[in-house]
């Protein structure tokens, strides 16, 4: 969601303002639309007047395909947050997080005629909001057309679960941390000695990104043993949990301090 309510403990009501990347902008999104600039335009609704851009959409990068001829009305759902909550907002008794996206297209480029990705929240608009309205699923994600293939690279991931990787992919952790597999190596064994392969992942949060190397090691025996290495990470413990050199690898990220 664009902006999501949080527990005001008995303090006064503050905003928090969060940056979301790409990958993350993918994940949260219950639809994904990739379509031409029409105009823009505003409705009126309960009141006020909200702005709204409409797309010629194209195709659906993600949730349900797009309509023959579908127009969507694109609506900052921020603006109508504010609106439903301008009385708590005013009087300070309500907090709530404030999402925007990280590199957002500059305003000027949402012009009649460009070409756009969109990311869009999953609910419909309450009444009274025209046909084919949708909410962004953040303030200003408008995408650049030409990234509409890493869309599909993008995998949603869990704290604690196995997450599988093809060469390309990239896991996107619910605080926007994300893992993508650059490339697996293997050394040649010495006769009767260890083998050992490993897979390099490039982990990145915020501004922060480092490549971070993960072996396993098998060592012969009977049965030979097998052991998968793990990694600590600023707040992350990073474990490879599996891999199929030169195809996929299988990672589980726990969180220290949740």
């Not at 990068?61 to 109508?80: Q, S």
């Not at 679960?161 to 490339?183: F, N, Q, R, S, Y």
């Amino acid at each position: 969601m664009a902006l999501a309510t949080l527990p005001a403990e008995g303090h006064a009501g503050s905003v928090a303002y969060q940056n979301i990347r790409f990958g993350q902008a993918v994940t949260m999104s219950a639809r994904v639309v990739t379509g031409t600039v029409k105009g823009r335009s505003a409705a009126k609704v309960d009141g006020g007047t909200f702005p709204y851009v409409e797309i010629a959409a194209d195709a659906a990068l993600k949730g349900p395909p797009a309509k023959a001829a579908e127009r969507v009305l694109v609506f900052d759902g921020a603006a109508w947050f504010r609106h439903t909550h301008a009385a708590a907002i005013k009087a300070g008794v309500i907090s709530y997080a404030d999402a925007h996206y990280a590199t957002p297209l500059p305003d000027a480029d949402i012009k009649p005629g460009a070409a756009v990705i969109v990311f869009l929240r999953g609910e419909a608009p309450p009444p009274g909001f025209p046909a084919g309205a949708a909410f962004l699923s953040c303030g200003g994600c408008f995408e650049r057309a030409d990234r509409a293939a890493d869309v599909a690279r993008m995998k949603t991931a869990a704290f604690g679960d196995p997450i599988t990787l093809k060469m390309g992919e990239v896991a996107v952790l619910p605080d926007g941390l994300e893992l993508e597999v650059k490339g697996h190596t293997h050394k040649r064994p010495i006769t009767g000695g260890p083998q050992k392969e490993m897979a390099e992942v490039e982990a990145r949060i915020g501004t922060r990104t480092e490549l971070v190397v993960l072996g396993h090691t098998i060592e012969p025996g009977t049965p030979p043993k097998d052991t998968w290495q793990e990694r600590a990470w600023h707040e992350y413990q990073l474990v490879l949990i599996g891999m199929k050199q030169g195809a996929e690898t299988t990672l589980r990220v726990l969180r220290k301090n949740p």
